[in-house]
């Protein structure tokens, strides 16, 4: 069974989701999300790029003979993209850590002191 | 020698980068000895970019191929024997190299004036980390030919200048800031990897070269386009996608403000890189000039209006860069916009708002690093709680005045002689550009008064820490000197350095493909 376009329309929404907590949520942790709902919406989309139906690893050493691959570009991508991903998680979380800290909340409207 | 010119692109990335990593363990040696490896780098550093951009000004501007690993060429021929064209490489032309000078500039004055600034305070050692680490991402933006590693050093620009603005974490403004920015440029980042993903699965490929002799310009490329657009222009801190940029500029450290901006100009000449060498002429470029005309007059406007209206000296500065990101768009835009003609005044647009980009660098760069002296001096940066600066800091005042003319374009600073370029073509393309664009230098000039009368005239104030040290004199004098030279003799510079960096953008798309292609 193909599952056609499906990978793309779930990859669209994803990112869909992701700009519009990110646009709409006043928690800070709530943004963090939304930005890393985008990422992986963004990183599904990069993998399928790649997929080809009923494709083998794209590992040429022992292959069996006239095998569709999936292209290893895409998958390269991804990993890099995902270990970018989690640097900039980890450090948007650490600055929601210290706005934590100094304000006391993690209400938007509360952390406003930059305005102007 | 020429080994070194050889590699020098890559040894721009590498040398900071390696320095990056190894200046946590040298600070465990003590201060003496990270600031000497920190000046080090920083000078090994410069002077790479130097050769580098004496070779390629040296051969007019004509781009240069460098592919990691590459002996035997652009080719990689597996023990099969079989030939992959698919390689790591760096393309430099003349635009390149000019980015790389500007980068270059900013990075020295600013690890040297550091070195007076952090032995006052705390948190010097993470400071020169990050700071390399950003060097190195931005000479990576700036010489890759490659559209997903320039997305990599994108990230890395992102993640080590977010650092820089909220390492101090126990000052609670700088923690505010450094998540908006974070937040903002991961989404830039994400656009623009979006957009890679587009063009792959489009054409198979990620070197710019190929992607532009096979691109199309079909629905999904000007949707990649947008794409890119928009996140280059937030990550440049382009109006309305500005609001970053007051809160980066004025909360991080004030000589890595100076850095920032450097930064932000790097993202822009990716989107440079993007409209001319990418998509060129196979999309309408026309509308895509207006557009971008439309993005710098609202840029110009806005950030010298906001400007107007700041009481706090580092977010003064902030909106002022802001509005001068506008300009260089204007000279670009105006030259997108009438590409396909090609008359004169288009070429004459794109060497302004190419110039315009080192000498904001330095002018903005000189106000920025004086600012943290005046803020050093007066431990406010309040403009109505100073006064009196100029009768105990002579030397600051008259340079923060070289600095402040410098940015209004008022001769003979460096900053007329790009502006001018700017008016008399955009004047050419509408009289409506060059009137705002004037009228908007003008006001700066307001707003510079403005601060000057605030913080430098009035009655001598009591308690004032008056001397400057001489670690922070000098950079500041360097990037005044710089000021004053371009000014001075701006012929010999637009010859020299600008032309070829506007030649590689305006008529080099050819020779760029051509090089990685071979043929053409």
Redesign the interface.
């Known amino acids: 069974m193909s599952i056609g376009n499906l990978p793309f329309v779930v990859a669209a929404l994803l ?1 869909a989701f992701g700009i519009y907590t ?1 646009l709409f949520k006043r928690n ?1 942790i709530k ?2 999300i939304g ?1 890393s709902l ?2 992986t919406g ?1 990183n599904l ?2 993998v399928t ?1 790649g997929y080809r139906t009923a494709g083998v690893a794209p590992i040429y050493t022992f292959a069996p003979e006239a095998q569709r691959m999936v ?1 290893p ?2 998958q390269a ?1 991804t990993l ?2 995902i270990v ?1 991903g989690l ?2 998680t980890a ?2 979380l650490s ?2 850590v ?2 934590h800290r ?2 006391g909340s993690l209400d938007v409207r509360k ?4 305005q ?1 | 020698m020429t080994a070194l010119t050889n590699h020098a692109p890559v040894l721009l990335i590498a040398i900071p980068l390696l320095g990056a990593f190894a200046v946590p363990l040298i600070g465990k040696l003590g201060r003496g000895a990270r600031d000497s490896f920190v000046g080090l780098i920083a000078l090994i550093t410069a002077a790479v970019a130097g050769l580098l951009a004496a070779s390629v000004f040296g051969r007019a501007g004509a781009p240069g191929l460098y592919v990691l690993g590459g002996h035997q060429g652009f080719a990689f021929p597996l023990p099969s024997g079989m030939s992959v064209p698919i390689r790591i490489i760096l393309e430099v032309d003349g635009m390149s190299a000019f980015m790389a000078l500007i980068t270059a500039l900013v990075t020295l004055t600013a690890s040297f004036f550091s070195f007076s600034y952090w032995k006052e305070r705390s948190g010097g050692t993470m400071f020169y980390a990050l700071l390399m680490l950003l060097t190195a991402g931005i000479f990576g933006m700036e010489l890759t030919g490659d559209m ?1 590693n320039f997305f ?1 050093f994108l ?1 890395i620009t ?2 080590a200048a ?2 820089l603005i ?1 390492f101090r ?1 126990w000052l ?2 700088s ?6 920015v ?2 903002l440029y ?2 830039s ?2 656009f623009v ?2 957009a ?2 587009l063009l ?2 489009q054409y ?1 490929g ?1 070197n710019i070269a190929y992607l532009a002799s096979a691109l199309t310009g079909s629905t999904i490329d000007i949707v990649a386009l947008g794409l890119l657009l928009t996140g280059l222009a937030l990550k440049a801190g382009a109006v309305p996608l500005h609001m970053w940029a ?2 980066a500029y ?2 991080a450290p004030a000589p890595m403000s100076a850095v920032l901006v450097a930064n932000s100009q790097a993202s822009l000449y990716g989107l440079f890189r993007i409209l001319f060498t990418l998509f060129g002429v196979t999309i309408s470029v026309a509308a895509l000039g207006w557009i971008l005309i439309a993005l710098a007059l609202l840029t110009i406007f806005v950030g010298v209006t ?1 400007a107007l ?2 009481n706090d000296i580092k977010r003064l500065i902030a909106y002022s860069a802001v509005s001068q990101i506008g300009y260089m768009l204007l000279g670009v835009g105006v030259g997108l916009a009438v590409s396909v003609a090609k008359p004169d005044f288009g070429f004459v647009a794109m060497q302004g708002g190419i110039f315009h980009m080192l000498n904001d660098a330095a002018c903005i760069g000189l106000l920025f690093l004086a600012s943290g002296v005046i803020i050093r001096a007066t431990g406010t940066r309040d403009l109505n709680k100073m006064g009196g600066l100029a009768h105990s800091m002579k030397w600051t005042s008259v340079l923060f005045i070289i600095g402040a003319f410098a940015l209004a374009g008022v001769p003979p600073f460096n900053g007329f002689a790009s502006k001018f370029l700017i008016y008399e073509a955009a004047f050419k393309l509408s009289p409506f550009l060059a009137v705002v664009a004037v009228l908007s230098s003008i006001l700066l000039l307001a707003v510079f008064v403005k601060v000057f009368q605030a913080a430098f005239l009035g009655a001598k104030p009591e308690g004032l820490q008056s001397e400057v040290p001489m670690g922070m004199m000098v950079p500041m004098v360097a990037l005044a000197l710089v000021v004053i030279v371009f000014g001075l003799f701006p012929g010999f510079f637009v010859d020299k350095i600008v032309t070829p960096a506007a030649n590689a953008l305006w008529y080099g798309r050819d020779a760029y493909m051509s090089l990685v292609l071979g043929g053409g």
């Open positions: 990112v990110f800070l943004l963090v930005v985008v990422e963004v989309f990069l790029l292209l570009t895409p991508l890099t993209s970018i640097a900039t450090l948007l600055f929601a210290f706005i100094h304000y952390v406003k002191e930059l102007g | 997903f990599v990230e992102s993640i977010c650092g909220g974490v609670r403004n923690q505010e800031a450094g998540f908006k974070m937040a991961t989404l980042g994400l990897l979006l890679v993903g792959y699965g198979g990620l007051p809160d004025g909360e906001m209206i700041q």
